[in-house]
């Protein structure tokens, strides 16, 4: 029994236990389930005759706010016992988490940690949560969510890294790395890692109304060139899994389409691992009213190239029966059985499929995680306005720390936690008193506005943080107004009244509208849902033993009406960008945020400014610390391909640097652009680099005013 082998390489054990296989066991390799109390003996039956491909662990299909421990590690043997000892090839079971941003130490949510423009700090947190799931019997997670979202209603923004396809492909590889590791010349990853998937494929973003799980129309050009890269980066990088998206997309379900599923993930990109729907995303085909019924759904999906489906029954209830109409065949069974089978012996569940009991990691969180996830919370905060204010003085001597995410917990750590503990969760008041032991914090209870009123005003600085609940993003929360949830707006402007120096902090999980309210404070820290510890980096931030250097991963808008707005747009005829009513322009242009100190960003260079296709110009800048403190700046290179076949964005991001400097500290910045940065997806789909000329632009976000230019010739 040569599968049983673990001398040998994954494909060989793969190709020896097919040979093995009945329809049936392969059939219920492609099955992931969800065992309930009611189903739980059922499901052991069903192990017995046929063994299971995977099992989520999740308490309902929308996890994320749901808060479910781990499942006990007892019942995770008990179940995998039963597959590995008591079914016919003894096949270990895949168990499946979302685990989105960390496991037992949460890190900020995706989008705060592309604000860090990190690709390496991102790597470190899939790297913790990888451990610290795995060591808790996790072998897979449905993550990292690479969907671009030009539309902050839309609740899911959260899980991303932002509008801009570039820092999204940079970030989605370094989450895989960091979840997967890389695996050796057998085909077999490191045994601390799980297996990553990304998702959801494709174009989840664009739903229409920013109404999850709606409706989306994207173009052919603006798919590849906007919503894919992310997904084309993350099978570069060797991702085991992707998910299929929910929603319908250009008239197809993306559960069901082959042109999404095998002619461009698997023709295209050359993905070799398996893909999963999303939670009934299959049985979802008949609600898009494309399938007729479970049959129908199970034919087209499969066939698109679904090689197993989450929770919804259409393929163990008709793929059979399939296969043996000739609708689908022996070969395709085994193709995608295949495909699950090498993910198990990559991940050496053959050898070790079971938890190792007691499980420290569920007993605390490991001190040095939670200094990753500090740094990384205060790496990704915006510094988006500052008059002077910040950073604070530890010499202050009465501190006001008020509004209701003053002493909040469970909106620290995000909207998809599963074992993250709250009651571990300090509070900003804790935080705040724990950095400044000397001074006297004033709080205020969240609901008596007069308290937090008198509070402010008995002080010398006044620190407001407002924001939104966990609840009110993440999956299905999508809302209409990008204004502060109720009462908010009018608390800070009823604080800006009283005319103390005032910081606002915003704990928030997408872009908020604060155009009226920026007027009413001295400085804006824009916080995000920072973790287990981001109170903690949030006061770091605030008295300046961290100098904040996080930019936006996303442009956040003047108002709701100017949705979508990103920097990244077409170029136009005729002007127009501008309403009767409103600047076209964002309120905060993606890229964008402060320091405390001030850089120079000058001297742009390149190496030529004439080349064949194909050749790489390499374009570079001094950037100086001009101020009196260390800091970071993220230095940006866009770049516009002047005239094209089809229309081009007016700049598109293609390098960015984050760099540390002492005082005076001067270093130049370099960036290649080559074929990969130029090329485009253009008429019929081809990637291609059109000879001509190109703009570059070199600063410290997407207006970036340094300018040059570079003609390549065929
Ligand atoms: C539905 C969500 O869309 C997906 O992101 C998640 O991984 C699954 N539920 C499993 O919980």
Known sequence: MSYRNAALPVAERV?????????????????????????????????????????????????????????????????????????????????????????????????????????????????????EARAAGVHWSFAPMMDIARDPRWGRIIEGFGEDPYLGARMAEAAVYGFQGDHNEDGYWPSDRILACAKHYVGYGAAEGGRDYNTAEISDHTLRNIYLPPFKAAVRAGVGSVMSAFHDLNGESASGSRYLLTDILRGEFGFDGFVVSDWGSVDDLIHHRVAADERDAARIAFDAGVDMEMVSLCYIHHLAELIQAGEISHQQLDDACGRVLAAKFSLGLFENPYVERPNPVNLQMPAENLQASRRTAARGMVLLENNGLLPLSKETRRIAVIGPYADQRRAMLGSWVNDGLTDETATLVEAMCAACPQAEILTAPIGLYDEMLMAAAGADVVILAVGESNARNGENNHVAVLHLPAGQDELVRAVGKIGKPTVLVVFSGRPLVLTDLVGSVDAVLWAWHPGSAGAYAAADVLFGDINPGGKLPVSFPRAGGQIPVHYNANSTGKGGSDYLDLPGKPLYPFGFGLSYTTFEISDLRLSQDQFKAGETVNVSVQVQNSGQRAGDEIVQCYIQDCVSHLTRPVRELKGFRRVTLQPGESRRVEFALGPDELSYYGPSGKWLLEPGVFKVWLGNDSRAALEGSFTVTP
């Not at 059922?42 to 308490?59: C, F, H, P, Y």
Request: hydrophobic residues 45%.
């Open 15 to 131: 190709a020896d236990l097919l040979t093995r296989m009945t329809i049936d066991e392969k059939i219920f390799q492609l099955f992931q389930t969800f065992i309930t109390d009611e189903n739980r003996e059922e499901v052991k039956q069903q192990i017995r005759a046929t063994g299971l491909g995977s099992r989520i662990l999740a308490a309902s299909n929308l996890a994320g706010n749901m808060m479910l421990r781990m499942a006990e590690l007892d019942d995770l043997n008990e179940i995998q016992r039963i597959a590995v000892e008591e079914s016919r090839l003894g096949i270990p079971i895949l168990h499946g988490r979302d685990v989105i941003h960390g496991h037992r130490t949460v890190f900020p949510i995706p989008l705060a940690m592309a604000a860090t423009f990190d690709p390496a700090a991102m790597e470190e947190a899939f790297r913790i949560a990888a451990q």
